[in-house]
């Protein structure tokens, strides 16, 4: 069973934080929010709120992470969902329809969200959906972040016009390369990460962190303005504009210290020939449980 839904970049997690840039909102306004000030009408600013956050491609969430952030101590908790992860569906027991990617296909962004709530216990207060063009528009438009390539990749796939050809010890930083890189699974003749998609998946979650890394330093309120037109562009989200400036205000409190980001536990099964991503509900409760806790 692989991980293959979380070709995801820092871009997915910076679009969370920064989603108030579509708007257009300037920096001299942005500065003259008050962090105390709150956002009237919205979830009171020591609860959490937890979002969706989905690459989209082909009428498929190819990757699927459900974010929740804490605006009281600046705490945000990352929990990446297998696009395989199985999920009951009424009149489906074991068909592709019941992997949680397909949600998408049935009825958008809004179903993505449900699927995740109704897979985690947790209530999901908004989703954003990200074009896979965003992420090459997105690093870029961070001025790039540098990763080291872990081992020699070559991969071609002719029909979807994906070229990857990688040397290890290679640096790349450019938004097309870092998108190759996440997407990278296996070589031509065979071969990949010695942990297979674990590998994979643990390159992915050290992008994301040198994404937000790269975000937050400096004048955060700049660094997100840098962004606003490929967001503009390329990602939809619902939160309404006054919750999203009163998240960004809050954005600053965020330390790597205090940024968790891991997978949803559970373990491959093949049902029916097909392949899924089984949640183990126990632990998945005992990882959720102070979110859940810390959201009432």
């Known amino acids: 069973m692989s991980d293959k839904g979380k070709i995801i970049t820092a871009a997915l997690i910076v679009v969370f ?34 979002v969706v956050v989905m690459g989209v491609a082909k009428g498929l969430a190819d990757t699927i992470m459900l974010a929740s952030f804490d605006p009281e101590d600046g705490a945000l908790d990352v929990l990446s969902i297998p696009r395989d992860t199985y999920i009951e ?28 709530a109704s897979l985690t216990g947790l209530d999901v207060h908004y989703f954003v959906e990200v074009d896979y063009e965003a992420v090459k528009e997105l690093v870029d438009a961070m001025g790039g972040i540098m990763v080291t390539v872990p081992m020699d990749m070559n991969y071609d796939d002719p029909v979807d016009d994906l070229h990857i050809h990688f040397k290890k010890g290679e640096t790349v930083s450019k938004g097309e390369d870092i998108l190759k890189l996440l997407r990278y699974r296996k070589n031509n003749k065979g071969g ?86 089984v949640v183990n509900r126990d632990k998945m409760d005992e990882v959720l449980k102070p979110l859940i806790e810390e959201s009432k």
């Open 17 to 50: 934080l920064i989603a108030a840039a579509i708007y257009g909102f300037t920096y001299n306004f942005l500065n003259k929010i008050s962090v105390e000030e709150g956002a009237e009408g919205y979830p009171a600013p020591e609860k959490r709120v937890n």
């Open 89 to 116: 569906r009424k009149g489906h027991k074991t068909s592709a329809n019941n992997k949680i990617n397909s949600s998408y296909g049935r009825g958008g962004a809004d179903n993505v969200a449900e699927s995740v």
């Open 192 to 277: 990949g990460y010695k942990e297979g998609d674990l590998g994979r998946v643990k390159m992915q979650q050290e992008i994301v962190r040198l994404g937000i890394d790269k975000v937050m330093r400096g004048n955060i309120a700049a660094n997100f303005l840098k962004l606003q037109e490929p967001v503009k562009e390329y990602v939809k989200t619902n939160m309404p504009p006054k919750q999203m400036m009163y998240y960004i205000t809050k954005a600053k409190k965020i330390k790597k210290e205090n940024i968790t980001i891991q997978t949803i536990p559970g373990r491959a099964e093949t049902i029916n020939k097909l392949s899924f991503f």
